[in-house]
C-alpha cells in the first residue's frame, strides 16, 4: 500500500467512527483526492452554513483558506469546534487588508464624507479582523453570488460604498449599475491617503480597495483570444476577481458555484472553456466527460494546495484535540453581525 492508499484509509476510519459527529468540508478549489473524501463540498459562504446546520456534528474538519475556517468558526454552534489542518494555507487576497491600513482609510473618508455617508461591503474573502470591522460599522459581508444585490442595498442606505478587498470583484459589480467611471475611486494603502484627492473623494459614490487575486488576475484578453480561435463555438466563462477587460470579453462571469452550475447544466456536446481555478475546473473536466471542459489557463491557488492527505490525516487522528481554530468572542460578535446582513439583504 502507498502511503497516499494508508492517509485515505486512516481517515476513513476516522470518519466511519466518528460517524454524524464528524463533517468534513472541501472547497471547491481542494485537491482531488480531498475533495472525494468530503462530506460536503461547496463555496466559502456555502460550507460555512453546512457546518451550522449539521445538527450532530461536534467536530467540523475545513478544507480550505483560513479566511474559510474563520467564517466558519464565527457561524458555528456553541457545542462545535472547527479544525483546520494548515493554519498557514491563507488568502493574499485578504491579507491585502489589515486592520490598521482600514482604519486608517475609514477616518480619512469619513473626514471628508461624514461618518454618516459611506457603508462599508466586504468580500466574503476577508479576515475575521476585518468582517467585525464592517459589522462593527454598519456594513454587512457579500459573496461574488450576491456583490450586486449587497451594493444596491448600500445604496438605499448610504450615499458611498466602501468595497473590499477585491478591487476586481468592485469594478465588476458596479459596472453593471448607474454609476460614472469618474464617481469611482481607488484607495492604495501604500500612498498617502490613498492616492485619492480630496475633490475625486467628495464626489465619490464607489471606493474600491486596492487588492487581488493573483490566481484569477492570471488570466489576460490574450487567453480569451487564444480560446475564441482555437474554440470559436465554446462558451468561455470567468470568476468575477478577474480583471474587468477579460470579464467583458467573455461569455459570462460569475461565482464558484455559478461556474459549477454552468458545467452541470450545458447540454452534453457543448465545449465550455472554464477562468478560475484549475482544480477546480479539472474536477469538472472529469466529472462532466460528455462535454469538453477546458481551463483558459491552468491557474493554481497554492494555498488552497497546501492542505493535503498528510496534515488531513493528522488532524483527523488528533480529534478531539488538534489545530482548532480560535477567535475572541467579541471580534466574533461583529463579525457575526455583518454576516447575518447579508443575509437579510
Ligand atoms: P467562494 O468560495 O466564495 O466562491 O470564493 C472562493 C475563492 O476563493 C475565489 O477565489
Ligand atoms: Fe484567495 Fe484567490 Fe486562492 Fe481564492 S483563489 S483563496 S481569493 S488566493
Same mark, same amino acid.
Given at each position: 500500500m502507498n502511503m497516499n492508499q494508508a492517509a485515505i484509509e486512516a481517515i476513513q476510519k476516522v470518519k466511519a467512527r466518528l460517524g454524524d459527529e464528524l463533517i468534513l468540508?472541501?472547497?471547491?478549489?481542494?485537491?482531488?483526492e480531498l475533495t472525494a473524501l468530503a462530506d460536503k463540498l461547496g463555496d466559502s459562504y456555502e460550507l460555512a452554513k453546512a457546518a451550522r446546520d449539521a445538527k450532530d456534528a461536534r467536530f467540523i474538519v475545513f478544507c480550505?483558506?483560513?479566511f474559510m475556517a474563520e467564517a466558519a468558526e464565527v457561524l458555528r454552534r456553541d457545542e462545535q469546534k472547527v479544525f483546520h489542518p494548515e493554519a498557514t494555507a491563507g488568502c493574499p487576497?485578504?491579507?491585502?487588508?489589515? !486592520?490598521?491600513?482600514?482604519?486608517?482609510?475609514?477616518?480619512?473618508?469619513?473626514?471628508?464624507?461624514?461618518p454618516e455617508a459611506i457603508m462599508p461591503l466586504v468580500y466574503m474573502n476577508s479576515t475575521a479582523e476585518l468582517k467585525a470591522f464592517v459589522g462593527k460599522h454598519g456594513g454587512a459581508v457579500c459573496t461574488s453570488s450576491n456583490a450586486g444585490r449587497a451594493f444596491e442595498w448600500a445604496f438605499r442606505e448610504r450615499?458611498?460604498?466602501?468595497?473590499?478587498?477585491?478591487?476586481?470583484?468592485? !469594478?465588476?459589480?458596479?459596472?453593471?449599475?448607474?454609476?460614472? @467611471?469618474?464617481?469611482?475611486?481607488?484607495?492604495? @494603502?501604500s500612498s498617502p491617503e490613498g492616492g485619492v484627492e480630496v475633490d475625486r473623494l467628495k464626489k465619490a459614490r464607489v471606493i474600491l480597495w486596492k487588492g487581488y487575486c493573483h490566481?484569477?488576475?492570471?488570466?489576460?484578453?490574450?487567453?480569451v483570444a487564444w480560446a475564441r480561435q482555437k474554440h470559436p463555438d465554446a462558451r468561455?466563462?470567468?470568476?468575477?476577481?478577474? @480583471?474587468?477587460?477579460?470579464?467583458?470579453?467573455?461569455?459570462?462571469?460569475?461565482?464558484?458555484?455559478?461556474?459549477? !452550475?454552468?458545467?452541470?447544466?450545458?447540454? @452534453?456536446?457543448?465545449?465550455?472553456?472554464?477562468g478560475t481555478e484549475m482544480h477546480l475546473v479539472e474536477r469538472l473536466t472529469a466529472q462532466y466527460s460528455d462535454r469538453q471542459v477546458i481551463p483558459l489557463r491552468r491557474s493554481l491557488?497554492?494555498?488552497?494546495?497546501?492542505?493535503?492527505?498528510?496534515?488531513?490525516?493528522?488532524?483527523?487522528?488528533?480529534?478531539?484535540?488538534?489545530?482548532?481554530?480560535?477567535?475572541?468572542?467579541?471580534?466574533?460578535?461583529?463579525?457575526?453581525?455583518?454576516?447575518?446582513?447579508?443575509l437579510s439583504i
Open positions: 468540508l472541501a472547497h471547491h478549489y481542494q485537491r482531488p480550505g483558506v483560513r487576497l485578504a491579507d491585502f487588508a489589515d !486592520r490598521a491600513s482600514v482604519e486608517a482609510a475609514w477616518n480619512r473618508m469619513s473626514e471628508v464624507r461624514g450615499q458611498v460604498v466602501f468595497f473590499l478587498p477585491d478591487e476586481h470583484l468592485g !469594478r465588476n459589480t458596479v459596472a453593471g449599475m448607474d454609476i460614472k @467611471p469618474e464617481e469611482v475611486v481607488l484607495w492604495d @494603502p490566481v484569477h488576475t492570471a488570466f489576460t484578453i490574450e487567453d468561455i466563462l470567468v470568476h468575477p476577481e478577474c @480583471p474587468q477587460p477579460v470579464v467583458q470579453a467573455v461569455d459570462g462571469a460569475g461565482s464558484t458555484s455559478y461556474l459549477v !452550475r454552468e458545467v452541470a447544466e450545458a447540454a @452534453p456536446g457543448t465545449t465550455l472553456i472554464i491557488c497554492y494555498n488552497m494546495a497546501r492542505i493535503d492527505l498528510t496534515n488531513l490525516r493528522a488532524t483527523m487522528e488528533a480529534l478531539p484535540e488538534g489545530p482548532v481554530v480560535q477567535l475572541d468572542e467579541e471580534l466574533k460578535a461583529d463579525a457575526r453581525l455583518a454576516l447575518e446582513r447579508m
